[in-house]
């Protein structure tokens, strides 16, 4: 999957016609909408590796006075899988803040690693595995997010978290263990805590007509086929 398709794909579902024609032609009228989604497919990128679906890299290192730093390797670090001897059988190691130690002077490392900010013309770090509708919801979320259009955030990115549940259920990826709160889980809250404490930073209250929730209704309804169209 190429970034630009997702992007593109994402634009379309938000209705960002600048954007599309970025992705398109190169129309440099877009080009402020369409980096500003794919900052958002990054970010999502990262969720995804961080929370959900971690990437793996195998890499020959050496253990120096029996220490393996983590910013010595290739990719950023998140977390080791396993460490195999120079033969090839997995060995016993001991984790600790910024480095690993190991009898093994020359050992492999698995490890899941970060993946780094992509261009345009980069390949998703997912070839397989993870839909590009996937992605499509998270940037859709988080765009929604940080207009402050927090129902419809909250919406899609229930929905980008449920297919990522699915996910990792098809590819047997364990589940269990406490994940680390997201960011936009923490400007969530941070608004919820604002609106429940009355104070002044909210600027008003508002309240729509019928007229304007049929229309937002009609507004996420057509996301949701946009969204639908991605996939692939």
């Not at 960002?16 to 992705?23: R, T």
């Not at 006075?65 to 910013?71: F, L, M, P, Q, T």
């Not at 390949?123 to 590009?132: L, N, R, S």
């Not at 929730?213 to 969204?227: D, G, N, Q």
Request: glycine share 6%; with cysteine; proline share 2%.
């Amino acid at each position: 999957m190429k970034v630009k398709n997702i992007v593109r794909s994402a634009a379309a579902a938000l209705d960002l016609s600048g954007a599309v024609k970025y992705c398109d032609d190169g129309d440099e009228s877009g080009k402020a909408e369409a980096e500003e989604l794919l900052r958002l497919y990054c970010e999502t990128e990262k969720d995804v590796a961080v929370n959900y679906m971690p990437i793996f890299f195998e890499e020959k290192t050496s253990a120096t006075d029996g220490k393996i730093e983590y910013a010595a390797l290739s990719k950023p670090f998140l977390r080791t899988a396993y460490l195999l001897s120079e033969s090839g059988e997995r060995t016993s190691y001991r984790a600790y803040a910024g480095y690993l130690k190991t009898e093994v002077k020359n050992p492999v490392i698995g490890y899941a690693y970060v993946p780094a900010d992509k261009t345009m013309t980069d390949d998703c770090e997912y070839a397989t595995g993870v839909p590009a509708k996937v992605f499509v919801m998270g940037i859709v979320a988080a765009y929604y997010l940080e207009k402050q259009l927090f129902e419809e955030a909250a919406i899609y990115r229930k929905q980008y978290e449920a297919s990522l549940a699915l996910v990792r259920r098809v590819h047997g990826v364990r589940t269990g263990g406490r994940i680390r709160a997201r960011r936009w889980q923490c400007r969530w809250a941070e608004f919820l805590k604002t609106l429940l404490s009355g104070e002044k930073t909210i600027k008003k209250k508002r309240t729509i007509s019928a007229e304007a929730a049929e229309r937002r209704l009609r507004r996420r309804s057509t996301v949701f086929r946009r969204i639908g169209k991605a996939e692939g």
